[in-house]
């Protein structure tokens, strides 16, 4: 199967850290790979430099990485499309490519989020689109950008109904030297892992940032692991995708180290910045910020109890104290371990 789709070309749409480092993977692989981005001036920095100086410096791009700056050429020249873009545009992407489309393409996205304002998932966004004709993957999983880009020992899950599909992708992307790449069949808990773990990432980066110790960060993990893992079954997701790559494995990387830009975020807030501030700082996108907001939503619409985004929610976007919060969850009612709430 390697051998037959040698030469086959992929599309990557988003040039931002993450989107680049894939298109890395994917060229390093031996693919031809086209990186496309909205931002011509970026795009025209990264043709010359061969670089992306802004997010990976220092990583030369393989001679197969094309960059292409007409969204047109880059959706026609690849029957694979990779959407790597911020979810709060991931719906506009989508209405931007429907009529380039090809009739046999086929897409995968690593965005993780959920959708602005509805707070539904991102195969919702696109089916309501396009409807049912292109088959879909979503990639996710413990990955910072810079260690893949830079070849360091990476895994990742990938979830597809259609498994030849994913059969396909896995064997393009993974690279038995440094990126090990997963199959599953459980979209649904493939890409709420991915949403909730930067909200849970920002309440530990909060608690860190209070000086709380590794008792309260590791309460919060195993804690925000089990709110996630309830929202997931609320909406039809297999449970042992919480304790794979898109779950337990990405929220403990998120949570604990600070490449993570939402553990950062959640840093600055724990020492006093303010939202705004922190957001600044950090310039790249914050996928959890809006996110808490989208997770309490879907909590609430499917009458999940989710008492950290609750309480991250509550901060965020109600004026709370962070203290207050982390007091508010210190202060609930007795629980057993595993009860439902
Ligand atoms: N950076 C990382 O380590 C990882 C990121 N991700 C996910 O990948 C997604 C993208 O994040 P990053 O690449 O890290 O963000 P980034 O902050 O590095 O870059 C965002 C990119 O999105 C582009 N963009 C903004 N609006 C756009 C639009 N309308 N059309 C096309 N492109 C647009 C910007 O130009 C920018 O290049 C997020 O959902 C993130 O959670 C997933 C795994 C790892
Ligand atoms: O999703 C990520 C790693 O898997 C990146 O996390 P941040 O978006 O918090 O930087």
């Known amino acids: 199967m390697t051998t037959a789709l040698t030469n086959t070309p992929i599309t990557v749409l988003g040039a ?9 993977a994917f060229s390093r692989n031996g693919y031809p790979t ?23 410096p220092d990583i030369t791009f393989p001679d197969s990485l094309i960059i292409e700056p007409s969204l047109r050429k880059a959706i026609q020249a690849s029957r694979d499309i990779l959407l790597v873009v911020p979810s709060h545009v991931f719906g506009d992407v989508i209405a931007q490519i429907k009529p380039l489309l090809r009739d046999d393409s086929r897409l995968i996205w690593a965005t993780k989020g959920l959708e602005r304002d509805s707070g539904r998932l991102l195969q919702t966004v696109i089916k309501e689109q396009l409807g049912s004709h292109y088959p879909l993957a979503v990639l996710s999983g413990p990955t910072f950008a810079k260690e893949l880009a830079n070849g360091l020992p990476t ?14 992708v896995q064997t393009r992307i993974h690279c038995s030297k ?8 459980d979209m649904i808990g493939v890409q709420l892992g991915g949403a909730v773990k930067n909200v849970i990432a920002i309440g530990a980066g909060i608690s860190d940032g209070m000086g709380f110790g590794a008792n309260a960060r590791t309460a919060l993990i195993t804690r925000g692991i089990a709110e996630i893992t309830r929202l997931g079954l609320s909406l039809g997701a297999q449970p042992e995708t919480f304790m794979g790559m898109a779950g337990l494995g990405d929220l403990v990387l998120t949570c604990t180290d600070n490449q993570s830009r939402n553990r950062r975020f959640g840093l600055m807030l724990g020492q006093g910045f303010s939202a705004q501030q922190a957001l600044d700082n950090i310039g790249q996108v914050v996928e959890g910020f809006y996110n808490t907001k989208e997770a309490h939503l879907l909590a609430q619409r499917q009458g999940i109890e989710m008492p950290i985004t609750e309480q991250i929610y509550q901060v965020l976007f109600c004026g709370k104290d962070a203290r207050d919060a982390a007091l508010a969850l210190l202060g609930r009612e007795r629980k057993e371990e595993y009860s439902k709430e």
């Open 16 to 24: 931002g850290s993450f989107g680049t480092s894939l298109a890395i």
């Open 34 to 56: 086209y990186l496309w981005g909205h931002d011509q001036h970026h795009l025209q920095r990264l043709a010359d430099e061969r670089q992306n100086n802004q997010f990976l």
């Open 155 to 168: 895994a990742i899950a990938l979830a597809s109904d259609n498994l030849q599909f994913a059969r396909e």
């Open 178 to 185: 440094n990126f090990r790449v997963y199959i599953n069949n």
